[in-house]
């Protein structure tokens, strides 16, 4: 199993998923969304959880969390 952190750099939040997460898609997203502007990231892959979610917090973004479709 792998973990992705998705870090959404305005809105200030790093969300830990799974990666065969629909949603991570082993660290690629979801297909046609994403705009011009590089404004998130995926980072990873982490062979553990707990990896994962120390590498969220480290990105200094005030939210952490699973994700909510995944639960990490």
């Known amino acids: 199993m792998s973990y992705y ?3 959404a750099y305005p809105n200030q939040w790093a969300t ?3 990666g065969d997460c ?3 898609n082993e660290g690629r997203g979801q297909e ?3 705009g011009k502007l590089k404004t998130t990231d995926w980072l ?3 062979t553990t959880r707990e990896e994962a979610f120390d590498r969220a917090r480290s ?3 005030r939210t952490v969390t699973g ?4 639960h990490p």
């Open 5 to 7: 952190v998705y870090a």
């Open 67 to 70: 994700g909510g479709h995944c």
């Open 44 to 46: 990873g892959p982490y």
């Open 22 to 24: 629909p949603h991570c």
């Open 59 to 61: 990105t200094g973004l």
């Open 32 to 34: 046609g969304l994403g």
């Open 16 to 18: 830990v998923h799974k």
